[in-house]
């Protein structure tokens, strides 16, 4: 009986039916003589065709007899998590387990197995936006939409749409929103996700540990990684952030500078809206700024998620304060570039863009240059390689100005064996090497 040549198959599931040089697939056709008694109590006999004997089911599923199909001799009722024929298949519980469970999985709608629940749900994991994070969407609304969502405070119990996912209105509820956080180290907001996926114009990050926003019930100065509003942007710094059982959370762009609160992050006071509450970014938007991503127009989103780095660039600084001077979509230094000094090349469409890259790499990073879309970030900069900084035609040089709590020589960022010693709250240069 001739094969079907290079097929392999090893379970009873179509996608698993693939090419694989040199094997031959043989398919098996069973044919039973009908024994079916008509006395009552051979009726009433349990199948046994011995299939369960050997225990098919993976993962501690339950083998039960077939014997009315002759193609089918057993079912397995899988235990929590698992599926497949022979409950061989886990399944995912968040996007860092599906990232992890499938290599060069992508940016998408998954659905998840939810094990409290032993139910399935549906949510966005972004996989491949940031390179050291994995993110799942927690909540995604339009503007149009904000009336259900603006006093929705995330420790309320608010779900929509967990069956049949969309961008202009949707939320996990409590429970699965807290078995999200108790699994992620940060938390972070963006704005039109859906269409402008690396937007850090209007963008939010920071630690859990920092801002638990599944219990937080307050209005006051509240420390972010970063904070951008309109451009306006700081690194590790406090900006104003509220939420209660009657507004949603949001950052407030124009009284957070304010004496009462004296937040550092007080940049996007410019150009903010005072009236009738003071400019809402993120959420709440009881007034709006035109000029917020956020709320550009009717159909403009806004999302807040759940998530944590997931390789091992997990060890890298953390600086005590940054802040770019003004709106980091500036034209930078037009006509200048510092040659020799670049350490990393990748396509970037705005300085913006080029401005967060350099951000994280913390320790490395001193400055940064465009040219046409390509972002070079520099090791030395214009101060301390003032030789080395030229007139190009079409760059434009970015210095990026930082203060920290240096934990730079913890990477080791000298070669040959060179011992580094830190300094401390230094703005340009954070380790030199001391030759052996």
Request: glycine share 6%.
């Amino acid at each position: 009986m001739p094969g079907v040549p290079n097929r392999k198959k090893s379970v009873r599931i179509a996608e698993d039916f693939v090419v694989e040089d040199g094997y031959v697939y043989f398919d098996m056709s069973r044919e039973y003589v009908n024994q079916t008694s008509t006395k009552e109590a051979c009726k009433r006999q349990l199948c046994l065709n011995q299939c369960c004997n050997q225990n098919p089911c993976a993962h501690g599923g339950i083998c039960t007899h077939l014997c009315d199909v002759a193609k089918q001799k057993f079912n397995c009722t899988c235990s929590e998590g698992y599926f497949g024929r022979y409950c061989q298949r886990e399944r995912a519980t968040s996007c860092k387990a599906q990232r992890q469970k499938k290599e060069g999985s992508k940016s998408g709608v998954y659905q998840l197995f939810d094990l409290a629940t032993n139910s399935m749900y549906e949510v966005f994991c972004d996989i491949d936006s940031e390179k050291r994070f994995v993110w799942t969407l927690i909540e995604s609304f339009s503007l149009r939409n904000n009336n259900e969502f603006w006093d929705k405070a995330f420790y309320k119990n608010y779900p929509i749409n967990q069956k049949e996912f969309t961008w202009s209105k949707f939320r996990l509820s409590r429970a699965l929103m807290m078995a999200t956080a108790n699994n992620s180290t940060h938390v972070r907001a963006t704005c039109n996700f859906d269409s402008e996926k690396r937007n850090y114009r209007d963008y939010l990050r920071a630690k859990l540990s920092e801002l638990d926003v599944m219990h937080f019930d307050s209005i006051e100065c509240t420390k972010f990684e970063f904070v951008s509003v309109r451009g306006y942007n700081c690194s590790n710094c406090t900006a104003l952030f509220g939420q209660s059982d009657k507004m949603h959370a949001h950052i407030d762009s124009y009284w957070g500078s304010e004496q009462r609160y004296k937040c550092q992050f007080t940049g996007a006071l410019v150009g903010a809206v005072k009236r009738p509450g003071g400019e809402d970014n993120f959420g709440y938007y009881e007034t709006v700024n035109l000029n917020h991503t956020c709320t550009l127009s009717d159909d403009s989103t806004t999302q807040w998620w759940f998530g944590g780095i997931s390789s091992a660039l997990s060890k890298y600084c953390m600086g005590e304060f940054e802040e770019s001077r003004g709106n980091v979509n500036q034209d930078g230094l037009k006509h200048r570039a510092s040659l020799g000094h670049s350490f990393n090349n990748e396509t970037s469409s705005t300085s913006f863009d080029c401005h967060v890259k350099c951000f994280d790499e913390k320790c490395r990073c001193q400055a940064y240059q465009i040219w046409k879309n390509r972002c070079e970030l520099l090791d030395e900069d214009r101060f301390s390689a003032p030789d080395d900084f030229v007139y190009r035609e079409g760059y434009s040089y970015f210095y990026m100005n930082r203060e920290y709590v240096n934990q730079c020589c913890n990477q080791n960022q000298c070669a040959n064996g060179a011992p580094a010693l830190s300094y401390v709250k230094t703005l340009k240069t954070n380790s030199t090497a001391h030759a052996q």
